[in-house]
């Protein structure tokens, strides 16, 4: 896996470009044939960052995205009330966690510094044999927040979910935000509970590979999700 590199100043590392960049490098890039030393999950793949601040290139951080592991909870649990000062997601972050069968974590890191977190579950749609996920939640470090982390968060994992065959995924947050990412709204596919109308938008999906016509239904999600309240806003 070739590593990826961008330059800018501390607001010019620009996330669309850097997003790309990273895209880029993991399509180009066979991880089956890269060193052992950059395979370091079974599916994955190392990503570098340079975050060049201020234009004089004094300070290098590098950005290395894999599979979460048993060691990095601690850092979760201290990241999630950073991250969302209003909102205490950890009891569904532990229990996507607990659930290793239908859950991909993905950790970001600086050195040792853990900085960014997303998780993907496996989901259904009922009467259906759609292969679907459910993006979320993703938090940065406020530190490190709009210098691409996010990004190469979401867009590691959509690489990954396509590689297990993955057909779509969805998500329940800001469309500004998402659909940067390949997501826009799904009014064919219902959310596990009903939104009020003002969130509809909110309520997005990206498909993964083609089919022959887009699935309609109701996403089925695995017990952690099953609660309603995670579903207002
Ligand atoms: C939302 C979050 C995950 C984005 O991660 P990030 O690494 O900071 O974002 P990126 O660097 O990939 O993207 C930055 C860009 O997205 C924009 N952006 C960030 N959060 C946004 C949001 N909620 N809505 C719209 N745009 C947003 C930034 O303004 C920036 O835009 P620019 O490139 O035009 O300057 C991160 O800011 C975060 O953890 N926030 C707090 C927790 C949260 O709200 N998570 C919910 C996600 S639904």
Known sequence: ??????????????????????????????????PWYYRRIHWGCRYRLWNCINHSYSEMNELEICTGVPGDAAAIESLYPEAFPEEDLLPLVRDLLRDSENVVSLVGKTGSQLVGHVVFTRCGIADNSAKAALLGPLA???DWQNRGIGSALVRTGLRHLIDVEVELVFVLGDPAYYGRLGFAPDALVEPPFALPAECSGAWQSQYLMSIAAPYAGKLTVPLPWRHSALWSP
């Open 140 to 142: 940065v470090a406020p």
């Open 1 to 34: 896996m070739a590593c990826i590199r961008t330059r800018g100043g501390h607001n010019s590392v620009g996330t669309h470009s850097l997003s790309t960049d990273v895209y880029r490098g993991y399509k180009s890039n066979s991880c089956s044939s890269a």
